[in-house]
């Protein structure tokens, strides 16, 4: 089995040791003699395995007992609209406008009720996200205050946590970012998070959700829509992705065996560090976004000239790195390394963008 150095930047790599539990557990779940794809969502087994998942999102995102865990569908996409859907019911909420996911939930949120953009970043490219406080006052009138914490496709990351008044739900698209960092979750009122970069496999997303938010979403949404409905019956009103919700427990798992999510940020943060210092002491590569700003799981650059981004991109396949071409809509290249990137593969592409700025 050759297995390249894989850069993606979602559905991404997982750990070795998750993708052989899961197939084992294919063929056999934990000696049922029923493989897991095969198992009943509402038999004894399975149960289990998705209380354990939700014990363990629990504790590593340090959420609160007042705080729900739900392994619901449709990824980040449908969430843009669920929660406005949910919350919104005609006031106002305020978005932060740092990338092409953030601009694509405030356009479905803008069906919903009134909607500010306070800080956008849109005219030089998404480039950074604001200073903490940067989007002025909020009104404490808002139902929620909605950010982005990782932007996939720009490379910015928020270092830390927004500060709203209590009034106000604070709601984080962490798709990208979630348990990347150790970050008390306990301060959200929702989180959400498509599971293919950090947590798992595509099919698969995590809300979570303050327990006193479910009184206030629309009671008429249709019932699959609804995060009361997901609640009430522990994520099992239908038939959830049950291989997602495994994989979920089984990176939980590894999480633990890293050492928790500090040791993962620590590890992130150096991983990260040495790429941004090789690009910005290069002559060939730039960085796409402002210090202070860039992130540590998706580190954007170009050389730029569009036509030898793409060499190097042909190159780096070459030489066994893959995925690190830029989002189409805005080209260079990115390299993403989320929890689960072996450290070889960071350093595989140390070596290979050192060379390819050596040969000048
Ligand atoms: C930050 C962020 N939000 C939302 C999405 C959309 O997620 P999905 O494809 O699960 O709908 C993505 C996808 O990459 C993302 O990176």
Redesign the pocket.
Known sequence: MARIHNFS??PAVLPLSVLEATREALLDLDGTGIGLAEMSHRSKPFEAIVADAKARLHRLLRLSDDQDVLFLH???????FMVPMNLLRGGSAVYLDT?V??N??VKEAQRFGTVHVPFSSKATGWDHVPAQGGWGEVDPAAVYFHY??????AGSEFAYVPEVPASVALVC????NILSRDVDGSRFDLIY??A??NLGP?GV?VVVIRKALLDRCDPNLPTMLRYGVHAENGSLYNTPCTIGIYMIREMCRWIDDQGGVAALELRNQARADRLYTLIDGSSRFRALVRPGSRSNMNVTFTTGDADLDLKVVKAAEKAGISGIKGHRSVGGLRASMYNALPDDAVDAIVAFLSDVDAAG
Request: positive net charge; proline residues 0%.
């Open positions: 930047a979602g449709g990824g980040g996409n449908t969430q843009f990338g996911w953030a694509k939930a982005t914490s990782n932007n996939t496709v698209d962490a798709s990208s998070a498509g293919q970069k595509s997303t």
